[in-house]
């Protein structure tokens, strides 16, 4: 099993920054992962539409960026620390929600896509106030 703990969720105005992390733990050498994710749950959205915001092979390369986000986030990894990070700059008002680590086996076509992923966090929330 593998666990995912998300932090770095805050309340910041619209321009602002923040950097999302992602700490992975558990049995991570012997479970079918490749891909860690960050996905954006809306406020009054249900679950089934949580949104691929950038995801990223373990390995480092290669990423994939949702276009709403593209220039603006950064998906990175810390393989010794088994941490993923999400810069998120520029940050707007519809950037709000709760932010969600997932880890699964994935392929770049489909790593946006919530069926991909086995394993999922609690979220942290980010409010972007205008």
């Known amino acids: 099993q593998v666990q995912l703990v998300e932090s770095g969720g805050d309340s910041v105005q619209a321009g602002g920054y923040l950097r999302l992390s992602c700490q992975a733990s558990?049995?991570?050498?012997?479970?079918?992962?490749?891909?860690i994710a960050w996905f954006r749950q809306s406020p009054g959205k249900p679950e089934k539409e949580r949104e691929g915001?950038?995801?990223?092979?373990?390995?480092?390369?290669?990423?994939t960026y949702a276009d709403s986000v593209k220039g603006r986030f950064t998906i990175s990894r810390d393989k010794v620390q088994n941490m993923t990070y999400l810069e998120m700059g520029s940050l707007k008002p519809e950037d709000s929600g709760m932010y969600y680590c997932?880890?699964?086996?994935?392929?770049?076509?489909?790593?946006?896509?919530?069926?991909?992923?086995?394993?999922w966090g609690q979220g942290t929330q980010v409010t972007v106030s205008s």
């Open positions: 558990g049995t991570t050498d012997t479970v079918r992962i490749n891909y």
């Open positions: 997932a880890a699964g086996w994935s392929t770049v076509a489909v790593a946006l896509k919530p069926r991909s992923y086995e394993y």
């Open positions: 915001i950038a995801a990223i092979y373990i390995g480092g390369r290669p990423t």
